[in-house]
């Protein structure tokens, strides 16, 4: 089946700094992907939907210039946490649909603590 | 508006005992339905698909849903519960080109 790489799986960052979250489709090539935000014991939450090439599109209440996405390819995104705090912590997901299909397969998450 | 819906925050069964996961859609159109398994600190990975083909849907690791359009369900089962089945569970709509979460179903599965 379809694998998605999201790395790190887990990072601590000092509160002002920047982190960077990879999202890559290994073996399919991913015009969509999607950028989620789990908090503990809820759903996910969509921040964002990328797609190859072009801005990517926020969901109300996201914050573009924090959040910064980046779909340069059609096997990679990146979600970039500017001048991360600590209410940025939390467990972010990526996911990537290939083509026009209605199927996503979701990467493993990255736990993101800001100290 | 479209939306899923999951009946039961928390479910708790105990091992060899059938599993009922519960699942309504809202949706003028007949929406693809997915279920998807979530491990702790894990993505969500894949268990069954429907997307207007064969009501009944088999998925991985034995669990299997239907879609009932008469009653707006896609209830996911599984005959006999495993320890390792115990996990988060979402039920996910996907119409014009939008995805639509389910807020999730805790599964305990007791020994």
């Given at each position: 089946g379809a694998v998605v790489s999201q790395h790190p799986s887990w990072v601590i960052c000092k509160s002002g700094t920047s982190v960077k979250i990879e999202c890559r489709s290994l073996d399919f090539q991913a015009t969509t992907m999607f950028w989620y935000r789990q908090f503990p014991k809820q759903s996910l939450m969509l921040m964002a939907t990328s797609n190859e090439g072009s801005k990517a599109t926020y969901e109300q209440g996201v914050e573009k210039d924090k959040f910064l996405i980046n779909?340069?390819?059609?096997?990679l995104s990146t979600l970039t946490v500017t001048s991360?705090?600590?209410?940025?912590?939390s467990f972010y997901i990526c996911s990537a649909r290939e083509g026009g299909g209605n199927i996503q397969y979701f990467g493993a998450g990255t736990r993101l603590s800001v100290l | 508006a479209q939306s899923v819906t999951q009946l039961d925050s928390h479910v708790s069964v105990s091992e060899g005992t059938p599993v009922l996961l519960r699942c309504n859609y809202s949706s003028s159109y007949s929406p693809s339905l997915f279920w998807y398994v979530q491990h702790p600190n894990k993505g969500l990975q894949l268990l069954l698909k429907y997307?207007?083909?064969?009501t009944l849907v088999k998925g991985i690791n034995g669990f299997e849903a239907e879609f009932k359009k008469s009653e707006t369900s896609f209830h996911l089962t599984k005959p006999s519960a495993h320890m390792s089945d115990a996990a988060e569970y979402f039920c996910v709509g996907y119409n014009f080109n939008k995805f639509y979460f389910g807020s999730g179903t805790k599964l305990n599965v007791k020994p």
């Amino acid at each position: 089946g379809a694998v998605v790489s999201q790395h790190p799986s887990w990072v601590i960052c000092k509160s002002g700094t920047s982190v960077k979250i990879e999202c890559r489709s290994l073996d399919f090539q991913a015009t969509t992907m999607f950028w989620y935000r789990q908090f503990p014991k809820q759903s996910l939450m969509l921040m964002a939907t990328s797609n190859e090439g072009s801005k990517a599109t926020y969901e109300q209440g996201v914050e573009k210039d924090k959040f910064l996405i980046n779909h340069a390819s059609l096997t990679l995104s990146t979600l970039t946490v500017t001048s991360a705090h600590p209410e940025d912590s939390s467990f972010y997901i990526c996911s990537a649909r290939e083509g026009g299909g209605n199927i996503q397969y979701f990467g493993a998450g990255t736990r993101l603590s800001v100290l | 508006a479209q939306s899923v819906t999951q009946l039961d925050s928390h479910v708790s069964v105990s091992e060899g005992t059938p599993v009922l996961l519960r699942c309504n859609y809202s949706s003028s159109y007949s929406p693809s339905l997915f279920w998807y398994v979530q491990h702790p600190n894990k993505g969500l990975q894949l268990l069954l698909k429907y997307t207007s083909a064969a009501t009944l849907v088999k998925g991985i690791n034995g669990f299997e849903a239907e879609f009932k359009k008469s009653e707006t369900s896609f209830h996911l089962t599984k005959p006999s519960a495993h320890m390792s089945d115990a996990a988060e569970y979402f039920c996910v709509g996907y119409n014009f080109n939008k995805f639509y979460f389910g807020s999730g179903t805790k599964l305990n599965v007791k020994p």
